[in-house]
């Protein structure tokens, strides 16, 4: 916990000297027409010659000031976690407390209740000060809060012994709190609530009954003077976040009443009103910046979460002088108001994404939005990519998935047959289906079987070249629809390498020092660009210390990977894994046959023939190199042997199979070298590879590389590498026979489990 101390002064001095300092020098008198980047602003956030980094995904925007920002996030099920970003060098300082509150300057109030007004004792945080703390305890006063305004005083609402309450300043002064009345509330008001302090003032809303009826007012109150110096009756603020739907300025008064957005001239106090056709439960915010009111409708830009379809209104600028508008955002989640008559919102654009935007008066005297933040997310629908391997295996169950930043949109798929002009098309309603959708994949993600799309091309679907297309409209209107478009390549009982649930993912086998085989099941993380741990791995079965060699195949009849097992005697087995009413299973083993042990390496997964089936390879002891292919037929699935390297291979400690990595018909393999050079073997096609070309060094830090197929569907096969105490890296295909791998990325697809004596 952060922690300091103040001095004792007086309330009414304590509160004009604090928004002197925190608002800074002239921040009681009228905004100038045209005001640049605040100095201290500028200077920091220029420092980082660009926006800072804002925290990405679930995080919630809660508090601004000249120093830096405050954001929330969420550790586990129900823990939040504040940090404190500084503008000046994006230096993070994380806070405790359970909920927390803008003032509108670096002051930040948090609480230990599950709402600021139920938290009865609160901490004051002055960020531009390091953190230095006033702890309030409201409770001996039988206060609740309303509204911080200093770094050391609040807005309380207290109730008397009658029952009746009272709008009162409280003041912490060397560790005791004082309390002052604010004056020109009427007895009888109660529900207070409060913006935070523009220009020495705050806009409170209550509620008041006066004659047996309840009446809704608005009042600017002058916190020097602890009065209500203007009042405006029949006010009805609309909203369940009052800073998301008032604002005070030096010249006016701005709240959201029946969909309509009402401003107050408060010299004159004439009052006026527009209506921009907001969706009625989505509401309206809104913000003064200079003679200016802002608005737009407060949304999620991926919608609520419940499937309901509503447009939203743009982050839109108002003259209240000439009637002008000037659109600023294209859509507003949380805004806040800034200690410098500025408006801070988070919110996107299209042309810079998602972050916090900074809106102030430009140099023409008309508001602009400046990104300050950036989480690095589009605001516009954006096209991540296939989640289906390629080439795609029509036989299989795994579905065609693509995967946009959002799904909040109608999806019109079209798939045509580029040899026959067959062709499927459908209006996939995600998002409003998404509770029982079939097309429905998780956030972002739509997706088809095959079986629908073959059926509605007519007869069998035929082998070869798919051309897709699509068109996402967004159901709220943010940004331009989404058009994409790609091909993929199809074909029936494809090798499936390291694919044993057939579910579109990568697993693998490991022993334990006990012999027991688990199966460890992998899923490509996009964001983190490498191979992530899955569900539970799941137990196969003990005495596996039989098997001096495990290896994962593919498939070598149809269906999902299949994997072979060398004993000890040196006799060879299959174990066919099939699917089954609950994914699949693996059959009990079949022997292939005898005399394996003259071999010191076998490794399987290639096709090297380029007959659509995955083959193995392995070396002897002489170090010849042989082929065994694959023939498709679990009974008997290898043709005899044939010698396809002389000599030399003894040279290698280890061969891994890849699949097709060097962008030739046919698979190919990698050799490692006794000094930890790893060599590419391009396959030809007939079962022989061309002249070996380096990779490069280093990867004798790996006890093993494992050719995993396609575990982040672009297309190319991608390698799995691990060494000693679990580490594990994962490297992209590149499809480049020049650089078949990107640069290494560390894999936590080990991390937690038992040790293993053997991964294949």
Not at 360 to 371: H, K, Q, V
Not at 372 to 379: N, R
Not at 394 to 416: F, G, T
Request: aromatic share 8%.
């Amino acid at each position: 916990m952060i922690s300091a101390s103040t001095s004792r002064r007086g309330v009414s001095a304590a509160i004009t000297t604090v928004l002197a300092v925190t608002l800074g020098a002239g921040a009681l008198a009228v905004p100038a027409g045209a005001a640049a980047l605040p100095a201290v602003v500028a200077a920091e956030a220029g420092a980082q010659g660009g926006p800072l980094a804002y925290p990405a995904g679930v995080s919630s925007f809660e508090a601004v000031g000249k120093s830096g920002f405050l954001t929330k996030n969420w550790s586990g099920n129900t823990s939040r976690v504040f940090t404190w970003t500084r503008f000046a060098d994006g230096a993070t300082t994380v806070i405790d407390g359970s909920v927390a509150d803008s003032t509108g300057s670096d002051v930040v109030m948090t609480g230990k209740g599950t709402t600021p007004e139920r938290s009865l004792v609160l901490q004051l945080r002055d960020m531009a000060d390091g953190g230095r703390t006033v702890t309030m305890d409201l409770r001996p006063l039988n206060a609740t809060y309303v509204q911080a305004v200093s770094k050391d005083t609040i807005l309380a609402e207290v109730t008397k012994a009658d029952g009746s309450v009272e709008l009162h300043l409280v003041a912490s002064a060397g560790g005791s709190l004082t309390q002052r009345k604010v004056e020109g509330i009427p007895a009888g008001a109660r529900s207070f609530k409060a913006t935070p302090a523009r220009g020495g003032s705050v806009l409170v809303h209550y509620h008041y009954a006066s004659g047996g009826t309840s009446t809704a007012r608005v009042a600017a109150v002058d916190l020097s003077a602890a009065k209500a110096a203007f009042t405006h009756d029949n006010a009805e603020i609309s909203g369940n976040s009052y800073r998301e739907y008032a604002s005070i300025s030096a010249t006016h008064l701005a709240w959201v009443s029946g969909g309509k957005v009402v401003t107050v001239e408060r010299a004159t106090g004439v009052t006026s009103s527009f209506d921009p056709k907001a969706h009625e439960e989505l509401g309206l915010t809104v913000g003064l910046v200079g003679s200016w009111v802002t608005y737009g409708t407060p949304d999620s830009l991926k919608g609520d979460g419940y499937g309901q379809i509503r447009p939203v209104i743009p982050y839109t600028a108002k003259s209240l002088t000439t009637g002008e508008t000037v659109k600023l955002l294209d859509y507003v989640g949380v805004p806040l108001t800034g200690a410098d008559g500025s408006v801070f919102v988070r919110g996107g654009t299209v042309e810079h994404g998602e972050g916090v935007y900074r809106i102030a008066l430009g140099s023409d005297g008309r508001p602009a939005a400046e990104l300050v933040a950036s989480s690095g997310e589009p605001t516009k629908l954006t096209f991540l990519g296939t989640r289906f391997p390629q080439p795609f295996d029509l036989s299989s169950p795994i579905p065609l998935v693509w995967e946009m930043s959002r799904d909040n949109a109608d999806v019109s798929l079209k798939i045509v047959h580029r040899a026959t002009g067959r062709s499927f098309s459908k209006t996939l309603h995600l998002y409003t289906e998404s509770a029982g959708s079939p097309y429905y994949y998780g956030p972002g993600q739509f997706g088809i079987g095959w079986s629908e799309v073959a059926g509605r091309m007519g007869l069998d679907a035929p082998n070869g070249i798919y051309d897709w297309s699509f068109t996402a409209v967004p159901h709220n209107g943010v940004g331009p629809d989404l058009k994409a478009s790609g091909s993929f390549t199809a074909g029936r009982n494809l090798a499936t390498q390291h694919d044993i649930d057939w579910d579109d993912d990568v697993e693998l086998l490991a022993r334990d020092a006990t012999g027991t085989l688990w199966k460890l099941n992998g899923e490509y993380d996009a964001a983190g660009k490498t191979l992530a741990p899955g569900y539970a791995p799941v137990r196969i079965g003990g005495g596996w210390q039989a098997y001096d060699r495990i290896e994962v195949l593919g498939s070598v009849g149809s269906g999902p990977s299949d994997f072979v097992a060398r004993d000890k005697t040196g006799t060879l087995w299959l174990y066919d894994v099939t699917p089954s009413a609950y994914g699949t299973k693996i059959s009990a083993r079949k022997q292939i046959g005898g005399g394996w042990n003259t071999y010191t390496r076998l490794t399987g997964g290639s096709d090297l023939d380029a007959d659509g089936r995955p083959d193995l390879v392995a070396v002897d002891k002489a170090g010849a190199l042989w082929f065994y292919k694959n023939t498709g037929n679990v009974a008997a699935p290898f043709a005899a042997r044939k010698k396809i390297g002389t000599g030399g291979w003894t040279a290698y400690n280890q061969i891994t199979a890849t699949g097709n990595i060097g962008g030739a018909p046919a698979g190919d393999l990698i050799a490692r070298d006794k000094n930890g050079v790893l060599w590419l073997y391009l396959g030809k096609g007939d079962g022989t590879f061309t002249a070996r070309r380096q990779i490069g060094g280093g990867w004798g830090a790996y006890t093993d590389t494992l050719g995993i197929g396609d575990a982040d569907y672009d297309g190319r096969p991608d390698l799995f590498a691990y060494g000693p105490n679990k580490t594990a890296h994962f490297y992209a295909g590149t499809g480049d026979l020049h650089r078949p791998f990107a640069t290494r990325v560390a894999s936590p697809a080990l991390t937690g489990l038992p040790a293993h004596d053997h991964l294949s």
